[in-house]
C-alpha cells in the first residue's frame, strides 16, 4: 500500500546554529536515510524555504528526487482533497497544529495521525497556541510528542493555568501528549586520538580541558561567569592545571566575549573562546577534552543535545540539575547534576513580563535563577585530581548514550505513527462528520454588516454581456497570480453557460457535484461576480 508522509516544514533551515535547527535537520536526514514511506511531501510557505530544501535533497538524497514532492502551501487544500496520506509531522507544536487537524476534518480525504515535536516551551506569545490545544473535539490521531518529560509537565501546567482561569468545562482538553527524546549524529560516536587532537588544536598535553559547547549567550543560554568564579576557586585548590575551552555560536554584536577573557585573567584561568565553529570543530574540541561544563539557567532551554554530544565522546559530564539535563545524565554514575534553585513564585514578573523582549524575560528569570556553587567547585575538583575517575564516568556515559541514536528514535516515531494509524483506520471506516476549530473563523461570517447585502444560495445570477463575450471568445479573463490557485479557470465557460438563463446559486451548486468541488465553484463563481462577468438579478 502506497504510504505518504506529509508536512508543513522544511526541517533545514539556514541562520544561526540552534538546538532546534540541528534537531531538526538531523530528523530529517535519519528519516530519509531509513525511507520508510513511498512519497515525502512538503508544504512550504515561500520559495526561499523551498530553495534550500531542495538544495539540501540534491546535495544529500538524490537517488529520492523522485520520492520527495515539494509543494507552495497552497496547493495543501487540494492535495488533502484528493490524496490518502500516512500522517503528518510537524516541526513544532506550535505553528500550524490546531490548523492542519481543523482542515484535516474539514476537506481531507481520509483522517491521518497529526504529530508535532516540543522545542523552547518558554516564549510568553506561546499561550496562545497552548490556549487553542484545548479543543473538546480532538480524535486521538493527533499527539504533541515531548522531548523531555520535564517539557510535557510544562504543557501541563499551561493547560491546567488556562483551563482554570478561564473556567473551561472538563471536555475541553489538551491533545495526547507522547515522550520521544531527540537524538545526535554518529559522527559523534566515532573516537579519535586525544592526544593528536590537541597537537591539533594547540592544546596543552598536561592540562585537564573543561569544555563548554552551545551558544555563548548569557540572555538565551546559561551565565558562564559564575562557572569561571568556581573554576577560579578549584584553580586555588589544585597543583593541576586548567584550561576552560568555551565554544560555540557567538553574537559578534556582543562583548560577552571581552568580559569572559577579562575575567578568567581575574581568576587565573587559560580560557580559550572558538566562537561560531563547524561540527567537524566542535567533534573535535569536545574529544580533546576531559571534562564537559554545562550549568545550563535558562527557561527555553527543553532537552539538551549538548549533553548527549559530550557522553558520546566519552566526556565527564557536570550538568545543572534542570529541565531535560535531569533525564539524560544516571547522577554520580554517567555524570554529574549540580542542584539548582529560583523563586517559587514572582508576581510582578508574571505582569510585567509582557513590556519586555523575549530575551529581556529569559535573562531576568536567568538572574534568579542559581546552582549550589560549593557543590560544583568540589565536584569540579573531584574530576580534576582523579583521572581515573573521568576515564571510568566517561566510559559509562558512552555506553549509556547509544539508545539517544538518531536511527533509535526514528524507529519510535515510525512505532508510534503505526499506532496512531489504528486509531485513524477505524474512525475512517465511520468517517464520521468532524467540527472545525473555533480559531478558524469564517471571515464573511464575523463580518456580514460590512457589505450592504450577502448573498445565499437562493440568490438569481445571470451572465452578463461581457461574460457572453467571453463566451465567444471575443473576451478573454484577467487573473491575479495567486488568487489563479484558488478558481478553476477550465470551468468558468461551464458557469457561464449555466446562467445564460437566470438561475439560483444553489442549482449551480446541485448541477456541479463531481465536476469541480463545492469550494472552488463558490470561489471562482464569487471572482466572475467581482470581474461582472455574472450579474446578480435585484428582486
Same mark, same amino acid.
Given at each position: 500500500?502506497?504510504?505518504?508522509?506529509?508536512?508543513?516544514?522544511p526541517?533545514?533551515?539556514?541562520g544561526?546554529?540552534?538546538?532546534?535547527?540541528?534537531?531538526?535537520?538531523n530528523?530529517?536526514?535519519?528519516?530519509l536515510?531509513?525511507?520508510?514511506?513511498?512519497?515525502?511531501?512538503f508544504?512550504?510557505?515561500?520559495n526561499?524555504?523551498?530553495?534550500?530544501?531542495?538544495?539540501?535533497?540534491?546535495?544529500?538524497?538524490?537517488?529520492?528526487?523522485?520520492?520527495?514532492?515539494?509543494?507552495?502551501?497552497?496547493?495543501?487544500?487540494?492535495?488533502?482533497?484528493?490524496?490518502?496520506?500516512?500522517?503528518?509531522?510537524?516541526s513544532?507544536?506550535?505553528?500550524?497544529?490546531?490548523?492542519?487537524?481543523?482542515?484535516?476534518? +474539514?476537506?481531507?480525504?481520509?483522517?491521518?495521525?497529526?504529530?508535532?515535536?516540543?522545542?523552547?516551551?518558554?516564549?510568553?506569545?506561546?499561550?496562545?497556541?497552548?490556549?487553542?490545544?484545548?479543543?473538546?473535539?480532538?480524535?486521538?490521531?493527533?499527539?504533541? @510528542?515531548?522531548?523531555?518529560?520535564?517539557?510535557?509537565?510544562?504543557?501541563?501546567?499551561?493547560?491546567?493555568?488556562?483551563?482554570?482561569?478561564?473556567?473551561?468545562?472538563?471536555?475541553?482538553?489538551?491533545?495526547?501528549?507522547?515522550?520521544?527524546?531527540l537524538?545526535?549524529?554518529?559522527?559523534?560516536?566515532?573516537?579519535q586520538?586525544?592526544?593528536?587532537?590537541?597537537?591539533?588544536?594547540?592544546?596543552?598535553?598536561?592540562?585537564? %580541558?573543561? %569544555?563548554?559547547?552551545?551558544?555563548?549567550?548569557?540572555?538565551?543560554?546559561?551565565?558562564?561567569?559564575?562557572?569561571?568564579?568556581?573554576?577560579?576557586?578549584?584553580?586555588?585548590?589544585?597543583?593541576?592545571?586548567?584550561? #576552560?575551552?568555551?565554544?560555540?555560536?557567538l553574537?559578534?554584536?556582543?562583548?560577552?566575549?571581552?568580559?569572559l577573557q577579562?575575567?578568567?585573567?581575574?581568576?587565573?584561568?587559560?580560557?580559550?573562546i572558538?566562537?561560531? @565553529?563547524?561540527?567537524?570543530?566542535?567533534?573535535?574540541?569536545?574529544?580533546?577534552?576531559? @571534562?564537559?561544563?554545562?550549568?545550563?539557567?535558562?527557561?527555553?532551554?527543553?532537552?539538551?543535545?549538548s %549533553?548527549?554530544?559530550?557522553?558520546?565522546? !566519552?566526556?565527564?559530564?557536570?550538568?545543572?540539575?534542570f529541565n531535560?539535563y535531569?533525564?539524560?545524565?544516571?547522577?554520580?554514575?554517567?555524570?554529574?547534576?549540580?542542584?539548582?534553585?529560583?523563586p517559587?513564585?514572582?508576581? +510582578?514578573?508574571?505582569?510585567?513580563?509582557?513590556?519586555l523582549?523575549?530575551n529581556?524575560?529569559?535573562?531576568l528569570?536567568?538572574?534568579?535563577?542559581?546552582?549550589?556553587?560549593?557543590s560544583?567547585?568540589?565536584?569540579l575538583? !573531584?574530576?580534576?585530581?582523579?583521572?581515573q575517575?573521568?576515564?571510568k564516568?566517561?566510559?559509562?556515559? #558512552?555506553?549509556?548514550?547509544?539508545?539517544?541514536r538518531?536511527?533509535?528514535?526514528?524507529?519510535?516515531?515510525?512505532?508510534?505513527?503505526e499506532?496512531?494509524?489504528?486509531?485513524?483506520?477505524?474512525?475512517?471506516?465511520?468517517?464520521?462528520?468532524?467540527?472545525?476549530?473555533? #480559531?478558524n473563523f469564517?471571515?464573511?461570517?464575523?463580518?456580514?454588516?460590512?457589505?450592504?447585502?450577502?448573498?445565499d444560495?437562493?440568490? !438569481?445570477?445571470?451572465?452578463?454581456? @461581457?461574460?457572453?463575450?467571453?463566451?465567444?471568445?471575443k473576451?478573454?479573463?484577467?487573473?491575479?497570480?495567486?488568487?489563479e490557485?484558488?478558481?478553476?479557470?477550465?470551468?468558468?465557460?461551464?458557469?457561464?453557460?449555466?446562467?445564460?438563463?437566470?438561475?439560483?446559486?444553489e442549482?449551480?451548486i446541485?448541477?456541479?457535484?463531481?465536476?469541480?468541488?463545492?469550494? !472552488?465553484?463558490?470561489?471562482?463563481?464569487?471572482?466572475?461576480?467581482?470581474?461582472?462577468?455574472?450579474?446578480?438579478?435585484k428582486?
Amino acid at each position: 500500500m502506497k504510504t505518504i508522509w506529509g508536512t508543513l516544514d522544511p526541517f533545514i533551515e539556514k541562520g544561526e546554529i540552534l538546538g532546534r535547527t540541528v534537531a531538526n535537520a538531523n530528523f530529517l536526514t535519519t528519516l530519509l536515510s531509513k525511507n520508510p514511506f513511498s512519497e515525502y511531501h512538503f508544504f512550504l510557505a515561500s520559495n526561499p524555504l523551498k530553495t534550500t530544501l531542495k538544495q539540501f535533497i540534491q546535495e544529500n538524497f538524490p537517488h529520492l528526487t523522485d520520492k520527495i514532492k515539494i509543494f507552495p502551501m497552497f496547493k495543501l487544500y487540494q492535495q488533502l482533497a484528493t490524496t490518502r496520506y500516512y500522517c503528518f509531522h510537524l516541526s513544532d507544536c506550535i505553528n500550524y497544529f490546531v490548523e492542519l487537524t481543523s482542515l484535516r476534518n +474539514f476537506i481531507a480525504k481520509n483522517i491521518f495521525p497529526i504529530t508535532g515535536v516540543t522545542h523552547s516551551l518558554s516564549y510568553k506569545q506561546f499561550v496562545y497556541a497552548y490556549f487553542s490545544h484545548l479543543w473538546s473535539d480532538w480524535t486521538q490521531t493527533e499527539t504533541i @510528542i515531548a522531548t523531555s518529560r520535564v517539557g510535557k509537565k510544562v504543557l501541563k501546567n499551561f493547560y491546567h493555568h488556562l483551563k482554570s482561569q478561564y473556567h473551561l468545562p472538563s471536555e475541553f482538553t489538551p491533545p495526547q501528549i507522547s515522550h520521544i527524546p531527540l537524538g545526535i549524529s554518529d559522527d559523534y560516536y566515532q573516537t579519535q586520538d586525544k592526544s593528536y587532537l590537541r597537537k591539533k588544536y594547540n592544546l596543552s598535553l598536561k592540562d585537564v %580541558i573543561c %569544555i563548554y559547547v552551545g551558544r555563548i549567550a548569557y540572555d538565551s543560554k546559561m551565565d558562564l561567569i559564575p562557572v569561571l568564579r568556581a573554576l577560579g576557586e578549584v584553580k586555588k585548590l589544585t597543583s593541576q592545571p586548567i584550561t #576552560f575551552i568555551i565554544a560555540g555560536y557567538l553574537n559578534k554584536n556582543q562583548k560577552i566575549a571581552s568580559l569572559l577573557q577579562n575575567l578568567a585573567k581575574n581568576v587565573n584561568i587559560n580560557l580559550l573562546i572558538f566562537p561560531n @565553529i563547524d561540527d567537524s570543530t566542535k567533534i573535535d574540541l569536545m574529544q580533546a577534552s576531559d @571534562i564537559f561544563l554545562s550549568l545550563v539557567d535558562n527557561l527555553q532551554e527543553t532537552f539538551g543535545i549538548s %549533553i548527549l554530544e559530550a557522553k558520546a565522546s !566519552k566526556l565527564a559530564v557536570i550538568a545543572s540539575e534542570f529541565n531535560g539535563y535531569k533525564e539524560l545524565i544516571d547522577n554520580n554514575k554517567d555524570g554529574f547534576l549540580i542542584p539548582t534553585f529560583f523563586p517559587a513564585e514572582n508576581k +510582578f514578573l508574571a505582569e510585567f513580563s509582557n513590556f519586555l523582549f523575549l530575551n529581556q524575560i529569559h535573562l531576568l528569570t536567568a538572574q534568579q535563577t542559581f546552582f549550589d556553587f560549593d557543590s560544583l567547585v568540589k565536584t569540579l575538583l !573531584k574530576l580534576i585530581e582523579h583521572k581515573q575517575l573521568r576515564t571510568k564516568v566517561g566510559e559509562l556515559a #558512552f555506553q549509556n548514550v547509544q539508545k539517544f541514536r538518531w536511527n533509535n528514535i526514528i524507529n519510535k516515531y515510525l512505532n508510534l505513527w503505526e499506532t496512531l494509524n489504528y486509531t485513524a483506520v477505524n474512525l475512517n471506516k465511520k468517517r464520521p462528520k468532524l467540527p472545525q476549530h473555533p #480559531f478558524n473563523f469564517d471571515f464573511f461570517k464575523i463580518f456580514y454588516h460590512y457589505p450592504t447585502q450577502t448573498l445565499d444560495p437562493k440568490t !438569481k445570477v445571470k451572465t452578463s454581456k @461581457i461574460g457572453e463575450s467571453i463566451l465567444q471568445g471575443k473576451e478573454f479573463p484577467v487573473v491575479y497570480a495567486f488568487i489563479e490557485n484558488f478558481i478553476d479557470l477550465d470551468k468558468t465557460h461551464y458557469i457561464l453557460n449555466h446562467f445564460l438563463k437566470t438561475n439560483t446559486l444553489e442549482s449551480l451548486i446541485s448541477s456541479s457535484k463531481g465536476l469541480i468541488s463545492r469550494e !472552488k465553484l463558490i470561489i471562482t463563481t464569487f471572482w466572475l461576480l467581482k470581474n461582472g462577468y455574472l450579474t446578480v438579478i435585484k428582486t
